[in-house]
């Protein structure tokens, strides 16, 4: 082998890195704003208290959130004095920018204060190109976040909840 046969290899480099690039792009341009607009779209067509974000701290890893809100648990605590509620931190559906312009379509799943984090604190439903995310995929990824949202309140879940023990 010699310095030549490097050419493809330097030309698959450097095409990968347009490919990201690119994708950066029709994030920033369209694919951020079309998820953030759809999101919007379902979240006032259904009475649920729930609200849409973006993360946009991090230059090329922003991510549009749909979020149930935070709610009391249900978990009550005796302390001196009266009682403690320990709030439910809502779930949320994510789409998130990765490294190489890709989006991770992701279900980070509700936690409660002071308790032990769960078996599975979030799921990845897919990662795909910007530029291949329509409609339909947001309004299908919103309904496997609310069944996974549905089953993690009942008790068929395999949450396992309890408190931390510190030692």
Known sequence: M??????GN???FKASLGD???????????TRSFI??????????????????????????????LSLSHS?????????GGY???MNTGGTLSFSQAYNGDVFIIILFP????????IQPHKILMRIEPG?????????STASFLDEMTLWESSKSFNTIGFKIKK
């Open 20 to 30: 990201i690039e690119k994708k950066r792009a029709e994030w920033k341009t369209t």
């Open 72 to 80: 009391s648990s249900s978990i009550i605590e005796k302390i001196e």
């Open 132 to 140: 291949l995310i329509t409609e339909e995929l947001i309004i299908k």
């Open 111 to 118: 936690l409660i204060e002071k308790t032990i984090t769960p």
């Open 36 to 65: 953030q607009e759809t999101l919007i779209r379902i979240k006032s067509n259904f009475d649920l208290d729930w609200a849409v974000s973006i993360q946009d701290e991090a230059a090329n890893s922003e991510a549009v959130n």
């Open 10 to 12: 330097v030309n698959h």
């Open 84 to 86: 403690k509620n320990y």
């Open 2 to 7: 010699n310095i030549q046969d490097l050419s």
